[in-house]
């Protein structure tokens, strides 16, 4: 079975690109989590904190200023026009 793979990205580059284990997200209803071989998902975010919890027990927080969250075929993508960790 394959991982699930996430990229964060800015206009400005790549923030983040690695498998993890799964992603929690602040979603406009409230706070989502994805895990791998979630059903396509597109959702917006608002204002909070993005936690990704990586293959190696790693934890990752960014800040979400709002953006776009895409997830299919165990491929995420999150779209900000900033970030920061």
Request: charged share 20%.
């Amino acid at each position: 079975m394959k991982d699930l793979n996430l990229q964060i990205i800015t206009p400005e580059k790549i923030l983040f690109s690695a498998d993890v284990g799964f992603i929690q997200l602040p979603g406009f209803n409230g706070s989502f989590t994805v895990l791998k071989d979630h059903a396509p998902i597109v959702s917006t975010l608002v204002p909070g904190k993005i936690r990704i919890f990586a293959k190696d027990g790693k934890e990752h927080f960014f800040n979400c200023n709002g953006g776009v969250f895409e997830c299919k075929n165990n491929k995420a993508s999150i779209l900000m026009s900033s970030m920061k960790e």
